[in-house]
């Protein structure tokens, strides 16, 4: 009894360490958000809050520069158990020379990018052990780092705002050995992630790769096989009043907050259950072979558009390659749209 017992709270352990993940960043969010305000306009303890936006406001850059990195938090037990949930695996098919730095791009988004998280923003999957000689920054949306607390959270990850200016710097301000990760697709890649379907949104976003020709960073495509197979993600029926809420709710995200939102389920606290837990299904990023990008200041779009064919075909290849041992059959396709 004592055996299965020490089983069930594993599980529950497991279960619990994702179930915390989002709503820890509500959390975090809130405090600030209503804290704030609260403080100055209704307490007297108004010089709190001035503190805390003057700090804010001395402290602005730092998320588009050096951030402030914890080896401690990305290495915390909480993540080992959210990674075991799944699980969750980092393969690498090539090495990563420090001579250089790099942009792994990350296929696909899923709906909430499980792998990108626990492979690039932890050590869960032991990332400094696979790649040694790497210091990662996975990459996310700009408006998370306006909000105190939270940008702290996340910058002690090793996470930085998706935005030129963050990307430039750590690309050629610090040196070799760094590697950004962008998950391309976005929310849009979202809206197609659903189980046994494999499509990345890629042909109208260039902006990575005159990155990478801007900043001579090599050119690295990753995918976690499985992440689609994570949710169900529910398309209701036209003409129905679910539709009707489904397209607008997802209009009004798009307009306010940038983001696209799906309509999804999981399991629930039990495996049995229906809920909006991720299922239990494995998750397996496989890092490829870095491209080579030569360095221009200013290049054209004949030059993108080379390179942006040249990674497409190298992603082409990595799923080709590693499909059948992860998960999918050797008949499905990739489709790049």
């Known amino acids: ?5 020490r089983l069930d709270l594993q599980e529950g352990l497991r279960t619990l360490s994702v179930l915390q993940w989002i709503p820890v960043y509500i959390i975090l969010g809130t405090i600030p958000i209503v804290g704030i305000p609260y403080l100055l306009l209704f307490s007297s303890l108004w010089s709190l809050s001035v503190l805390s936006l003057t700090w804010l406001a001395y402290d602005w850059s730092t998320h588009s520069q050096d951030g402030r990195r914890s080896s401690w938090v990305r290495k915390w037990t909480l993540w080992k158990y959210f990674q075991s949930y799944f699980p969750i695996k980092l393969v690498k098919t090539h090495d990563l020379p420090a001579k250089h730095n790099y942009i792994i791009v990350s296929h ?7 792998g990108a998280f626990i492979n ?3 050590e869960a999957t032991g990332f400094s052990r696979i790649f040694p000689s790497i210091t990662p920054f996975l990459t996310t949306l700009e408006g998370i780092f306006w909000i105190p607390i939270v940008r702290d959270y996340v910058m002690s990850m090793g996470i930085c705002p998706v935005s030129e200016l963050a990307l430039k710097h750590k690309l050629t301000q610090k040196g070799s050995g760094n590697a950004v990760i962008i998950v391309v697709g976005g929310a849009t890649e979202a809206l197609l992630c659903r189980p ?19 900043t001579g960073a090599y050119l690295v495509p990753s995918y976690s096989f499985g992440e689609n197979e994570v949710f169900n993600q529910e398309t209701f029926p036209e ?8 397209k607008n709710f997802q209009k009004i995200g798009k307009k306010i907050l940038g983001l696209n939102f799906c309509t999804f389920h999981g399991r629930g606290l039990t495996r049995e259950s229906w809920g909006f837990l991720p299922f239990n299904h494995p998750i397996t990023t496989v890092v490829g072979e870095p491209l080579a990008v030569p360095k221009i200041n200013d290049p054209d779009k004949e030059t993108v558009a080379k390179y942006l064919e040249l990674y497409t075909s190298a992603l082409q290849k990595l799923f080709d390659q590693h499909k059948a041992e992860y998960g999918l059959s050797e008949t499905q396709e990739l489709t790049i749209i």
Do not use: D, I
Not at 1 to 5: G, H, L
Not at 108 to 114: D, K, R, T
Not at 196 to 214: D, I, P, Q
């Open 1 to 5: 009894m004592a055996f299965f017992s």
């Open 108 to 114: 696909p988004h899923g709906v909430l990018s499980f």
């Open 120 to 122: 690039f923003a932890t």
């Open 196 to 214: 046994g379907v494999s499509t990345v949104y890629l042909k109208n976003h260039k902006g990575f790769v005159k990155l990478a020709l801007k």
């Open 239 to 246: 003409g129905t009043w679910l539709r009707f809420f489904q």
